[in-house]
């Protein structure tokens, strides 16, 4: 899931995996798939071409609640790069 949200060329697909992420993060415990999943989620909002990847992104780390990806949403919104 990780790899098909950061490459695959169906915009679909990669926002089904950011909400798959999200579902799945919830459940693992703090190690390296779950570094690596937040890592996907993060790249996705901050790059994805597609707005609804970005969403998905977005959505999933908020229900995660990791620091990281709450601290980089509030950054580029506060930027105003997204």
Known sequence: MIE???QDPVAAIRSNCAWS???LCRELPSNVIYATAIDA???AFAEDE???VREDAKASMLKV???RGLQVIEEIERD???
């Open 21 to 23: 992420l999200g579902q």
């Open 80 to 82: 105003g790069l997204i």
């Open 4 to 6: 098909a949200l950061r």
């Open 65 to 67: 609640g990791d620091p």
């Open 50 to 52: 597609d707005v609804g």
């Open 41 to 43: 989620l993060i790249e």
